[in-house]
């Protein structure tokens, strides 16, 4: 039987044996296996039958021949590939074509790297660029590369933003990335965001976490339409992105509403507000990390299913909605995450660590929280687990849709520091009424601010 051991002896004895062994075989999983075992090539292989198997009518045996080819460190013969790449039709070995001559690092491969580049496939631009981004400081390299900051294709942008343009872009005059400004922090503002956020800075919040309105679906929140309501967030997460610090978290909790029927003869409208939202959020620079389901018992629901079960009508079924989601947001970086973390120093990343106990799964579940002055609060739970996932000790966490003020609580709890904007004068003097009672933001610090009062602060 055919053994890896043996195949290496071979290797070693030097040129001709393995390709009258592969010469011999009929059977094309034998061939790969071959291929595959060969490992790294030696100093005298001889490569001929690699590039007799280019033109074998299995893609596998072709794709094998290609990645040894890859192996022979710049000796390889790059046009025999850039032929077969003109015709192949298969894709795992057109990228390995591509990922093979880009390997090689020979400068005389540029033109063939740079024709890539118009190829349908993004992996095989992206790995054209890789080879081409081996010829540092090359003119002719970067005058190819640059245009490509137009591309369709988001990776093939993100790539080439990195390379030439992020550096440009630094003369930005923000805070070091651990610190903040002193008039945002442990700030409540009874104004509409959009006018508060007018004069906080940019880069200048660590961790957003909010539940937006749920459209016309409670008292508190009127919109012309869905589609004002939509862009209405849109421009409440345009500016929060441009407060939020590099690489940092927006964490958006909602669910699909209904709009109840206005009479028997009319159907009531389901809005799936998170699916319709994410598109804005995205467009707009935040990258999509996650998905949350917040699970509640089904006893914490409204029942729809009721109708269902006396008549079990097929179309009629109507299940208890007891998910919400969080959907979590990087803004868009080409920072890695220890970036971010290599910010804060040895104490804040030690006492910061979340302890055991911690969620390991997308699915959590945590009982719904009702209270008599507002209708839609956050549990203390689940804030508790996003701002302790997603931030460190001492950053500023905001939420833009204040309402009772639980995030500003729990950050609070939690060590950090919060900012926070409501609207409505109520809920605004619910908070003030909890923090008279030192039941929340027991903190000196916690300033109640009108609009004009913010923005004096802001000016000092
Ligand atoms: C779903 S509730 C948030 C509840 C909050 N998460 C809590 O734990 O209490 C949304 C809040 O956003 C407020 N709001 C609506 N439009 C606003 C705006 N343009 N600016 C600031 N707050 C607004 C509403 O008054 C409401 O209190």
Redesign the pocket.
């Known amino acids: 039987m055919l053994t890896k051991q043996y195949i290496t002896e071979l290797k070693h004895k030097g040129n001709g044996d393995i390709s009258a062994l592969i010469n011999s075989q009929r059977d094309v999983r034998t061939i790969n296996f071959i291929l595959e075992s060969l490992g790294h090539l030696p100093e005298n292989f001889n490569p001929d039958f690699l590039y007799d198997l280019l033109h074998h009518n299995h893609s596998q045996v072709r794709l094998n021949a290609v990645k040894n080819i890859g192996k022979l460190n710049g000796k390889g013969d790059t046009r025999s590939l850039y032929n077969l790449y003109k015709n192949e039709t298969d894709t795992s070995v057109r990228r390995e074509i591509v990922s093979s001559i880009g390997r090689q690092r020979k400068s005389t491969n540029k033109p063939m790297l740079v024709d890539f580049l118009q190829d349908e496939d993004p992996k095989i631009i992206c790995q054209a660029i890789r080879g081409l981004l081996v010829f540092e400081k090359d003119n002719e390299v970067e005058k190819s590369l640059r245009p490509l900051i137009n591309h369709p294709n988001e990776m093939v942008r993100t790539i080439i933003y990195k390379e030439y343009y992020s550096k440009e872009n630094k003369d930005k005059n923000v805070l070091p990335h651990t610190q903040t400004y002193d008039f945002l922090k442990n700030v409540v503002v009874n ?6 956020l007018k004069v906080a800075p940019d880069e200048s919040v660590h961790l957003t976490f ?5 459209y016309n679906a ?1 008292d ?2 009127i919109y012309p339409s869905y589609q004002a309501y939509l862009e ?1 967030l849109e421009k ?1 997460f345009i500016e929060t992105h441009r407060i939020t610090k590099e690489g940092r978290f927006l964490i958006v ?1 909602t669910s699909p509403i209904i709009i109840p029927r206005i009479s028997r003869s009319h159907s009531s409208k389901r809005y799936g507000i998170p699916f319709d939202l994410h598109p804005y959020l995205v467009k707009n620079g935040w990258e999509f990390i996650d998905d949350i389901v917040w699970l509640k018992p089904e006893a914490s629901v409204k029942n729809r299913i009721g109708g269902f079960m006396q008549h079990r009508k097929p179309l009629s079924y109507k299940p208890n909605s007891i998910t919400e989601y969080l959907m979590v947001y990087r803004k868009s970086t080409e920072k890695l995450l220890d970036w971010n973390i290599r910010s804060y120093d040895y104490e804040t990343v030690k006492t910061s660590r979340v302890a055991d106990g911690y969620e390991t799964t997308n699915v959590w579940k945590i009982d719904p ?1 009702f ?1 008599k002055v ?5 549990p203390v739970e689940l ?1 508790r687990r996003v701002i302790q996932y997603y931030s460190y000790k001492g950053d500023l966490v905001f ?9 500003g609580e729990t950050a609070k709890l939690l060590d950090r520091l919060f900012f926070l ?4 004068n109520k ?1 605004f003097e619910y908070m003030k009424f909890k923090n008279k009672n030192q039941t929340l933001f027991d903190d000196i610090k916690t300033q109640f601010l009108t609009l004009e009062q913010f923005k004096k602060e802001a000016k000092k």
């Open positions: 104004a509409d965001v959009l006018e508060a909010t539940s937006p309105p749920y409670r508190y929140s209405f409440v909790n929280c209270n507002h209708s839609a609060v956050f804030c939420d833009p849709f204040g309402g009772s003020g639980t995030v904007t409501e609207k409505e809920y």
